[in-house]
């Protein structure tokens, strides 16, 4: 079985060095690419879309995982060969039943998409999206399509990034979770607001890009293996297991945007650099889900980048790199402003508690859009409408409304976002269990030492990179299935303390 | 034929995306990678190049080409479909000689070297790069070989770079060029120095930077379909003809290293973005040959931007931006400064009259290692022996020595340098002829207006990208071929005058 093994890998390293390839391109387009080069970007990346697809449904890859069952099913389940050719078998299942043509139209279609919102976005302009979204509808529930069967139409598309959730399932425990998360909003925002005035000055570009990298390497983002790069909305992208890069953004009259976007995509990217190098070239060389993706960089940006323990050591940092604007600010106020709970109309800027509710409205709205429930050209005023009742806001306009968010206009609609809330709750799943097994990690935080944290985080979840989908790596590291208790616990705790509930 | 050619054009559309997908790996790889992203990235670009070069040699390309030779000769030999046919057959003739999987080795092979080259050269380390500098000289005598019966081994090469050229004509051709300029190296060198003090002086980076970039828009370079960015050496790379990027260095003690770099790769750039839109996705779409390539690169570098037009109107600018460092030089000594002539080490800093004594030790030391007359380990020491009989100077190390060009470290060995003489042969020749269709262009600079030499240039050269020779091109233009005369004349006239000859 060697020789098949091997050839199915060397089959595995062409089809992941073409999808690579196009991830540089995607990469470039978003950081630094001039505007002329939009319309042969758009072709070069729809082709290499296609040809990665195409590498990835070779009939040879087919004919070799048959020959290789056998010998998988001689092996234990959690073995590194196993756990390949049953992760390739299901990537490679699901992928035969997209025709690559099909891929290269929506990567074409992507590419002018997000072009356009590049353009549109600051000139408030949603009609000049409306045709593109419309087609991106259109084009998902055609995606949809190719895997027949489904309960709900966002089902494969959520399944893409979600394995094995359905819109049902994670309908049931939204609803839950905004149960419980209601009575706390309500308890926090009847208190008066906390002052998060000192966020609000200028601070320059340069400073705060200054600070963000030097976090981020504190935190333990391998800057040999990466590299953080400005960009319209923040992202992390992987080109090999030796390359994986975060991409930031700078408000200069707003401090939080640029450090914490930092945090979340260098959380990203430290789950990519822990994945053990014997994986690159392989489906197993990522992130196992959008979850489980969101846990980590929402456990660095929060967990971590929000607690006490972090500023204990940072602000002090902050306050030399910026003494005009900190001068007299102490701990306590700085720490009560980065945790500042509100009602808010900016997802990336939302705190820890209403975060989840900005995702709910998205979340259902993607659901809407493809039952066709609610058509594209009713879209913002159907957000300004959902925000007004969730959150008791409506927006200016759409630039700050309905074209926020990237995701829709530079990817696809459904299946985009309840990784977040996901994230959040495994997040604090797995954040309980390293303390648990780390009393000392709050401590070490606020000395600066993230190591032991980082170093359980490698150990039981990053090393294995897609090798176990994201239910067994919740019961492998828990011990139980997904829950919100620990996420639920933590909010009640940290926010208790902090608005003294 | 109107099938046929929409088919063909379809097809060297993937060849073309794919190549570009391939340049924006390799600019990547050499403006912004980490060291960790090495690896994957010489496997990435090696697979690139072989489905580019698969593309390319695609037997349905040859049997197109063949239904439509009929057509190709019922029309004008310059009509733009007559012309795609027949460039399009030229290099699909050529490329079905070289097999793919060649073609992957050698980009894994010569991405491997340039990363070694980056690390090696500032620790003057020429050891590390030897062994692979030997098998970058072995793989090039194999890349000749599939071209059999050349006269001598580098001409397959040569010929990649400028069709047509063979190394016998090259030589004889250069020695002809060294007789001439031979007398006006020693006549200006027995005269008293210029003093280029003023350059050799603290300028900051980020302000040289600015200003380059305020020259190369000045002159035309257009950034909505490019933009600049840092390198180890400098180049200029096209993704499409919206995407044409120049990139830089700066040394902060010496001011000539970044502008004229700047201006050098904004003349590649204006050429390559001058290149008509119906050729985007062709092979038409590039420049036609490293030597008419590099005449447009010193012809911007140095007939523009060594000019004292040039200067009249760019030196208060300049010292506006320099004030202390330029305070009290005249325009006077600042234009004798930038066209000091010396012997000197190092290639790209040397002046319009000695660059082609770089040249020519380095055309010869190719045709040597090509020829097995000079070995790879003996190559430092003869560097600076021929060095020391040519210039009367010997380079302190290697790093400044026989490491200093990327070429032959990041790409091949035989074919590299010879378009840079070539470059300053008929960008004489162009710019004399563009001078007597405007006699006007000299004033114009001097105001700062470029647009009736950069249109001249459009006009005759750019728009036609690969439609014609190098021959034919310079036929088209001069009315005769290639002549040296208008080179020495020039040099003659401006030198004669710097130096009261």
């Known amino acids: 079985?060697?020789?098949?093994?091997?050839?199915?890998?060397?089959?595995?390293?062409?089809?992941?060095?073409?999808?690579?390839?196009?991830?540089?391109?995607?990469?470039?387009?978003?950081?630094?690419?001039?505007?002329?080069?939009?319309?042969?970007?758009?072709?070069?990346?729809?082709?290499?879309?296609?040809?990665?697809?195409?590498?990835?449904?070779?009939?040879?890859?087919?004919?070799?995982?048959?020959?290789?069952?056998?010998?998988?099913?001689?092996?234990?389940?959690?073995?590194?060969?196993?756990?390949?050719?049953?992760?390739?078998?299901?990537?490679?299942?699901?992928?035969?039943?997209?025709?690559?043509?099909?891929?290269?139209?929506?990567?074409?279609?992507?590419?002018?998409?997000?072009?356009?919102?590049?353009?549109?976005?600051?000139?408030?302009?949603?009609?000049?999206?409306?045709?593109?979204?419309?087609?991106?509808?259109?084009?998902?529930?055609?995606?949809?399509?190719f895997f027949p069967g489904y309960e709900h139409c966002a089902d494969p598309l959520i399944d893409f990034n979600d394995y094995g959730m359905k819109a049902?399932?994670?309908?049931?425990?939204?609803?839950?979770?905004?149960?419980?998360?209601?009575?706390?909003?309500?308890?926090?925002?009847?208190?008066?607001?906390?002052?998060?005035?000192?966020?609000?000055?200028?601070?320059?570009?340069?400073?705060?890009?200054?600070?963000?990298?030097?976090?981020?390497?504190?935190?333990?983002?391998?800057?040999?293996?990466?590299?953080?790069?400005?960009?319209?909305?923040?992202?992390?992208?992987?080109?090999?297991?030796?390359?994986?890069?975060?991409?930031?953004?700078?408000?200069?009259?707003?401090?939080?945007?640029?450090?914490f976007s930092s945090i979340h995509e260098a959380g990203h990217a430290m789950y990519e650099q822990g994945i053990r190098m014997e994986f690159e070239g392989t489906p197993l060389a990522g992130g196992t889900s959008a979850g489980v993706h969101e846990s980590q960089s929402r456990t660095w940006e929060n967990l971590v980048g929000r607690s006490r323990s972090f500023w204990e050591f940072f602000y002090p940092k902050l306050q030399a790199k910026f003494p005009d604007q900190l001068k007299g600010i102490s701990l306590d106020t700085f720490y009560q402003a980065v945790n500042k709970v509100q009602r808010s109309l900016i997802r990336t800027e939302a705190d820890e508690v209403t975060y989840n509710l900005h995702i709910m409205i998205r979340f259902d709205i993607e659901l809407a859009l493809l039952e066709g429930n609610l058509l594209v050209r009713d879209l913002p005023e159907y957000w300004h409408v959902r925000y007004n009742a969730d959150m008791g806001m409506r927006a200016p306009d759409d630039r700050d409304g309905v074209m926020q968010d990237v995701h829709w206009f530079g990817g696809l609609v459904g299946g985009s976002f309840q990784g977040y809330t996901l994230g959040n709750i495994i997040g604090a799943q797995f954040f309980t269990h390293a303390l648990a097994a780390h009393p000392e990690i709050p401590n070490e935080m606020s000395q600066g030492k993230f190591e032991t944290l980082h170093k359980w985080l490698i150990d039981n979840v990053y090393q294995h990179g897609s090798k176990f989908t994201a239910t067994e790596l919740i019961e492998k590291v828990t011990g139980g299935p997904l829950s919100i208790e620990p996420y639920l616990t933590y909010l009640r705790s940290k926010y208790g303390e902090l608005y003294k509930l």
């Open 1 to 145: 079985m060697e020789k098949q093994l091997k050839e199915l890998k060397s089959h595995l390293m062409e089809a992941y060095d073409l999808g690579r390839a196009g991830a540089v391109l995607g990469w470039d387009e978003m950081t630094y690419m001039p505007p002329g080069g939009a319309a042969a970007r758009a072709r070069q990346s729809a082709l290499l879309a296609r040809l990665t697809h195409e590498k990835s449904i070779d009939p040879a890859i087919g004919k070799l995982l048959d020959e290789l069952r056998p010998y998988e099913e001689s092996l234990p389940y959690d073995s590194d060969n196993a756990s390949l050719i049953r992760v390739t078998r299901r990537e490679y299942e699901r992928a035969i039943k997209v025709p690559p043509q099909f891929m290269a139209e929506l990567y074409e279609h992507i590419s002018k998409s997000y072009n356009a919102w590049v353009t549109a976005r600051p000139e408030n302009n949603y009609k000049a999206l409306e045709p593109l979204l419309e087609r991106t509808v259109d084009l998902c529930r055609q995606l949809a399509d």
């Open 168 to 259: 049902t399932t994670l309908r049931s425990l939204f609803a839950h979770l905004r149960r419980e998360l209601i009575p706390i909003v309500q308890a926090i925002t009847s208190q008066p607001p906390a002052d998060d005035a000192c966020l609000k000055l200028h601070y320059p570009k340069a400073d705060q890009l200054d600070f963000s990298m030097e976090v981020v390497k504190q935190l333990g983002y391998d800057l040999n293996r990466g590299r953080q790069d400005l960009t319209h909305h923040p992202f992390t992208t992987s080109f090999s297991l030796g390359d994986v890069r975060i991409t930031t953004r700078v408000n200069e009259d707003f401090l939080g945007d640029c450090l």
